[in-house]
T-cell receptor
Framework: DSGVTQTPKHLITATGQRVTLRCSPR?????VYWYQQSLDQGLQFLIQ???????AKGNILERFSAQQFPDLHSELNLSSLELGDSALYFC?????????????FGSGTRLTVV | SQQGEEDPQALSIQEGENATMNCSYK?????LQWYRQNSGRGLVHLIL?????REKHSGRLRVTLDTSKKSSSLLITASRAADTASYFC????????????FGTGTRLTIIP
């Protein structure tokens, strides 16, 4: 157990639907990162939050949004889902806003869009 | 786009042998990190090397960094079946870029 909790572990949904992925960072970590991993695109950075504020944005689609709440947990919302959104979605956390301490990853949410 | 590119994409060796994988990157960095991913699982942080360091050891892992060539290598000595996994390098970038960008990974298979 890495200390980063992601729920649900698996999600199967239909095209056009909306889902919410949840992440609880490791205790004491203030930064949360979301990554998408697919076979053809590798591990792609989506978005970073630090202590409730958005810090960096990567290749995140407009159909996707995220937020970090006062208790530091984060949610990634995916809407108008397409087949190509099927992937593993990872949350990672870090104690600082910079990357010098490494990331702790959760076990991921496997999203299948049918 | 990927900041780091690992080489080779896949590597199979006999148990007990050493495994070496390489990573090249494009821009200046503050640090370079290596992660391991067992099939379908989360990534696990292995080791971090800073831009002013040339070599670092952790157990059976040895990492080197050549900033002039923008490259790094990860050596796993005396490999074990449990080392079978994908290995990724990750870099940040200088001047305030706080996120890690991951390479494409090397798939390592240890043959018992």
């Amino acid at each position: 157990d890495s200390g980063v909790t992601q729920t649900p572990k698996h999600l199967i949904t239909a095209t056009g639907q909306r889902v919410t992925l949840r992440c609880s960072p490791r205790s004491g970590d203030l930064s949360v990162y979301w990554y998408q991993q697919s076979l053809d695109q590798g591990l792609q950075f989506l978005i970073q939050y630090y202590n409730g504020e958005e810090r960096a944005k990567g290749n995140i689609l407009e159909r996707f949004s995220a937020q970090q709440f006062p208790d530091l947990h984060s949610e990634l919302n995916l809407s108008s889902l397409e087949l190509g959104d099927s992937a593993l979605y990872f949350c990672a956390s870090s104690v600082a806003v910079i990357s010098d301490y490494g990331y702790t990853f959760g076990s991921g949410t496997r999203l299948t869009v049918v | 786009s990927q900041q780091g590119e690992e080489d080779p994409q896949a590597l199979s060796i006999q148990e007990g042998e050493n495994a070496t994988m390489n990573c090249s990157y494009k821009t200046s960095i503050n640090n370079l990190q290596w992660y391991r991913q067992n099939s379908g699982r989360g990534l696990v942080h292995l080791i971090l090397i800073r831009s002013n360091e040339r070599e670092k050891h952790s157990g059976r892992l040895r990492v080197t960094l050549d900033t002039s060539k923008k490259s790094s290598s990860l050596l796993i000595t005396a490999s074990r079946a449990a080392d079978t996994a994908s290995y990724f390098c990750a870099t940040d970038a200088n001047f305030g870029n706080e996120k890690l960008t991951f390479g494409t990974g090397t798939r390592l298979t240890i043959i018992p």
